[in-house]
C-alpha cells in the first residue's frame, strides 16, 4: 500500500505522454492506447476547502492510470492510499477507513464488483466504481454490487475529480446540523448518516441513504429518474439505470415484500414516490 503524499519520481518505462501528463500539474496528456483513456488538454479542478484532506483509498492494478488519477485527486486536496488488487482493497478499508474508495472494475484475484460485495458486508464507504465496460448490463452490474457511483472510460479526468468531490459533499456533515426527524416508521438523522425503520437500523449505501432521505423529505410526491439524478446525484445528464438499480436495491432493505412495495412504489410513465401514513415530527 503507497501513501502518496509528495510527487513520484518518473519512471523511464513511462511513455513520453504519460511522462508530460504526470510531471504538469495543468497539462495533461492520455494516450489513446490505455485502458481506454483518451487524449485531453485541461486544467486541474478546483480544490473544495471543505473536502481538504478527505482520505481516498485508490483501488488500480494498472501503475500509469493510478498516477495519473492520484496525480489529480492530489492536486485537488486529498489524501490518497493504493493498493492494486481486491484482497488489498478489502483489508486496506478495514484498517484505514477510508471516505471513498475508487475501485477499478477489472482486478487482478477478485474483480471489482466482488470486492464491492465483500465491502457492502461490513462497511457503507462510498464507492465510486471505475469501469471501460460502457454496456448497461456492466453499470447495471456494478451498481448492484453495491457502488455509490460509476465512470466509464474514456472520461475527463476534471469530470474524475469533480465526481469524487461531488460524492463526498452528500457524506461529510453539514455546517449547520439538521435535526433528526420521524416520518412514519423510518426515523432519520441526516447529519450522522443513520437510517432506521421500526427502531432497527437499516444498513444502506452512501447513496442509498441520499436517496432515502430524499424521499423521506418529500413525501407523496412523484419523481421522475432525470429529476432524481439532478436532485441526489447531482447530475445534469445521466443514466436513467442507475436509478432504476438504486430503488430496487433500497426496496430490498426498507420494504417487507419488495416486489410489492408500500412505501416506495413506481408511479408508471412519471416516476416514483414515496408514501407512508403519519407525517413529519
Known sequence: MTHASTSAPMDDSI????????????????????????????????GDPDLRDRRLLLVEDDPTVAEVARNYLRNAGFLVDEV????QALESVAELVPDLVILD????????????RRLRSFTAVPVLMLTALSATEDRIDGLE??????????FSPREFVLRVQSILKRTVDESTPEAPFRLGPFHLDVSGR????????????????????????????????????????GWEI???????????????????????AQFLSTVWGAGYRFD??????
Open 84 to 87: 492494486a488488487d481486491g484482497f
Open 15 to 46: 511513455p513520453f505522454e504519460f511522462a508530460e501528463m504526470a510531471r504538469s500539474d495543468r497539462v495533461m496528456h492520455l494516450g489513446p492506447g490505455n485502458r481506454g483513456f483518451y487524449t485531453e488538454i485541461m486544467t486541474d479542478a478546483p
Open 238 to 260: 445521466g443514466d436513467p439505470s442507475t436509478i432504476t438499480v438504486t430503488v430496487r436495491r433500497l426496496r430490498e432493505k426498507i420494504e417487507d415484500d419488495p416486489s410489492h
Open 194 to 233: 443513520r437510517v432506521s425503520r421500526n427502531g432497527i437500523p437499516l444498513e444502506v449505501s452512501a447513496r442509498e441513504f441520499d436517496l432515502l432521505a430524499f424521499f423521506l423529505k418529500h413525501p407523496h410526491q412523484v419523481f421522475d429518474r432525470e429529476t432524481l439524478l439532478r436532485s441526489v446525484w
Open 145 to 154: 454490487s453495491g457502488a455509490d457511483d460509476y465512470l466509464t472510460k474514456p
Open 105 to 116: 472494475r477489472k482486478l487482478p484475484g477478485i474483480d471489482g464488483t466482488e470486492v464491492c
Open 276 to 281: 407512508v401514513e403519519e407525517e413529519l415530527r
